[in-house]
């Protein structure tokens, strides 16, 4: 039990949908952040939230659209996606952004888009 | 901006066989340093972290690593390695990004299997 649970584990949409990932964290933290898992590739960071507030926005695409309604709650709005956009999403809470601060994930989301 | 480099993309060992897994970065200033270990159809869970003082630090299942200032190194190993530590390695680094910010940048990974 990692305290971050996200859902769906598993989608798979069209690239006209609009699908919704959800993330829950049960850990008091008050950051947390969107990360795309792709093979081969590193970890790519795409959106950071503190205290409900977007603190960083990777250049990710507009088709990616994050919301943090509270801060054990986070969303990533997907739209018009694109095949490359298949990858795994991982979402992460730390305690804070300290520099210091471990970061514990979620299972993720397996995204395929067709 | 920080980068990570784990020099193995895959690693193929048999039980009881020693463990070496590299990472080095770059990055000129303070960092705070992690090994995160993903099993299969597991979430990323925390290894072992660095954040000061005595560069040889422990983390669980029998795993250390060892900062080296001088090389930007921070090389995961364990003595004897189980099939159960068949998974996923990932370096990482936390270092500042400038506003106030601190981000946490990943390595590739390093698959580990281990062959009974």
């Known amino acids: 039990e990692t305290g971050v649970t996200q859902t769906p584990r598993h989608l798979v949409m069209g690239m006209t949908n609009k699908k919704s990932l959800k993330c829950e964290q049960h850990l008091g933290h008050n950051a947390m952040y969107w990360y795309k898992q792709s093979a081969k590739k590193p970890l790519e960071l795409m959106f950071v939230?503190?205290?409900?507030?977007?603190?960083e926005n990777n250049s990710v695409p507009s088709r990616f659209s994050p919301e943090c309604p509270n801060s054990s709650h986070l969303f990533l709005h997907l739209h018009t996606l694109q095949p490359e956009d298949s990858a795994l999403y991982l979402c992460a809470s730390s305690r804070d952004r300290g520099n210091n601060q471990p970061q514990h994930f979620g299972d993720g989301t397996r995204l395929s888009i067709l | 901006a920080q980068s990570v480099s784990q020099h193995n993309h895959h690693v193929i060992l048999s039980e009881a066989a020693s463990l070496e897994l590299g990472c080095n970065y770059s990055y000129g200033g303070t960092v705070n340093l992690f090994w995160y270990v993903q099993y299969p159809g597991q979430h990323l869970q925390l290894l072992l972290k660095?954040?000061?003082?005595?560069?040889l630090v422990k983390g669980i299942k029998g795993f250390e690593a060892e900062f080296i200032k001088s090389k930007f190194s921070f090389n995961l190993r364990k003595p004897s390695v189980q099939w159960s530590d068949t998974a996923e390695y990932f370096c990482a680094v936390s270092a500042y990004s400038g506003a106030g910010s601190y981000q946490l940048t990943f390595g590739k990974g390093t698959k580990l299997s281990v062959i009974p």
């Open positions: 660095y954040f000061s003082g005595d560069p």
């Open positions: 939230y503190s205290l409900e507030e977007r603190v």
